[in-house]
């Protein structure tokens, strides 16, 4: 897929420009080649060998006269515009066989069952959303590789993420991205207003794309932009001043959603009368929205209550309240009452949850990924020649410690520094160290770790 997404430039250098001649007006291909004068102006031999004759001849005479200078054949009166628009002479040549090539090749798109396989090698868990992110995206880029030739017109895959903080929804469009190599814009919702006068405005969104495609529009234009913390721009309740960071960006969102034209600064953030401006168009590029919904779980509960809680065989009241999977239960309706607005969720079909992490969830994260905590550890003391093992029953206690966090996996990384510190001061201080085990004495605050000199024998580990 890298060799389509690169096409663009092999493009730029076959969209030359053919050269006219400033006098006669002749192209290259019939004048022969042109002879460069400055301000992009150009003459062919024919015309500068007659403007020569002339002058001579007028010269020789003693009755030298420029306006004879403008009677010469095929030669009309000097557009002094052309002069200051100088653009004017270039023409793109046309290519007898110029078939337009597909920016994304059908055959280069991975099958949802591979990006998913892709997925399990960096993300623990979350299966249903691998699912759900694979076929859209999947489906996305075979909607803009036919580029909807048919009849029938594919609508955009949009998707909105779910779930707690923590739980690898940015992670998640990260691979994706690496995977299908396209550009990656990450935009926070709680940064952008109506209009920018506070924060950034709504097309700045599309100005990062930009840039993360060296300013490339066609690349831009069939890449993925993921908008964070979208439940910060939820519909304010009870508030009798202008909703400039909630509905009001909501709205101003929805013809991004939809695929529109839009006027984005080319190498800044803001747009000003310094600044370049280039149209790009949305229709094709994904959006995907995510947000933690901190009280969406009450309004569910709320509703499901309502529904169980009449008649001879109602629910007890509490019966959701120690579910944890009762986000998958949700609905548009839910939604809307949480404050997103109808337009804006039916821009975005694709809704689906994913999962708080568990204490097993969170072991499985410290030591199974491709690019792992544990195993980026390990490489930074192999680097010293020393070899680092950690006690299942460590591992347990390192993930107990990041659920009272609340944080999610981001809570792993800061445990882990703080343990490791000590133990990554000491070890460069003595050649001798052959290898350190982190045992769960040492994480839950009772013991310390094994040190094990080169050449001693590694005793059994127990747990």
Do not use: W
């Not at 803009?144 to 949009?158: G, H, R």
């Not at 940015?170 to 924060?199: C, F, H, N, R, W």
Request: include cysteine.
């Amino acid at each position: 897929m890298a060799d389509q997404f690169d096409n663009n430039k092999d493009n730029d250098q076959e969209q030359k420009y053919e050269k006219f001649c400033f006098l006669c007006r002749r192209p290259e291909s019939q004048a022969g080649k042109m002879i460069d004068l400055p301000n992009n102006i150009h003459i062919c031999a024919d015309c500068m060998q007659k403007s020569f004759d002339t002058m001579n001849t007028q010269m020789s005479n003693g009755n030298m006269n420029y306006s004879d200078l403008f009677n010469m054949p095929n030669v009309s009166m000097i557009d002094l515009s052309s002069l200051q628009n100088p653009g004017n002479q270039a023409k793109k040549i046309k290519k007898k066989s110029e078939t337009p090539k597909p920016v994304i090749d059908l055959k280069d798109i991975p099958a949802p069952h591979k990006i998913k396989a892709t997925l399990d090698e960096y993300v623990i868990g979350q299966e249903y959303a691998k699912k759900v992110m694979s076929v859209a995206v999947y489906n996305h880029y075979k909607r803009v590789a036919t580029d909807t030739m048919d009849d029938i017109e594919i609508e955009k895959s949009n998707m909105l993420m779910i779930g707690p903080t923590g739980c690898g929804k940015t992670y998640l469009v990260k691979m994706l991205a690496k995977l299908l190599q396209v550009p990656l814009a990450i935009a926070d919702a709680t940064s952008l207003t109506e209009a920018g006068y506070i924060g950034d405005d709504i097309e700045s969104v599309v100005s990062k794309l930009l840039a993360a495609a060296d300013n490339d529009v066609e690349k831009a234009e069939h890449g993925i932009i993921f908008i964070d913390e979208i439940d910060k721009i939820a519909k304010k309740k009870n508030t009798n001043q202008r909703d400039v960071s909630g509905e009001a960006v909501q709205q101003g969102l929805l013809k991004l959603l939809e695929g529109s034209e839009v006027e984005v600064p080319v190498g800044a953030t803001s747009k000003n009368a310094m600044v370049p401006m280039v149209t790009v168009n949305t229709r094709n590029i994904l959006f995907i929205c995510g947000g933690a919904f901190p009280d969406l779980e009450n309004i569910i509960k709320e509703r499901l209550n309502k529904q169980a809680s009449i008649g001879f065989y109602a629910d007890l009241k509490d019966k959701y309240d120690n579910d944890p999977h009762v986000l998958e239960k949700v609905t548009v309706d839910d939604l809307r009452a949480f404050g997103m607005i109808p337009e804006f969720i039916g821009r975005l079909p694709i809704i689906f949850t994913l999962n708080g992490l568990t204490e097993d969830m969170l072991v499985k994260i410290l030591k199974e990924p491709k690019n792992a905590i544990l195993k980026q550890y390990q490489k930074l003391l192999a680097l010293d020649e020393v070899k680092l093992e950690f006690e299942d029953g460590a591992l347990h206690a390192i993930a107990r410690k990041a659920m009272e966090r609340h944080t999610g996996a981001r809570a792993l990384r800061a445990i882990l520094e703080e343990y490791m510190l000590d133990i990554m001061y000491e070890i460069p201080k003595d050649v001798n160290i052959g290898e350190v085990v982190i045992t769960e004495g040492y994480i839950q605050g009772n013991g310390g770790p094994k040190i094990l000199m080169r050449g001693q024998e590694v005793p059994a580990l127990e747990g």
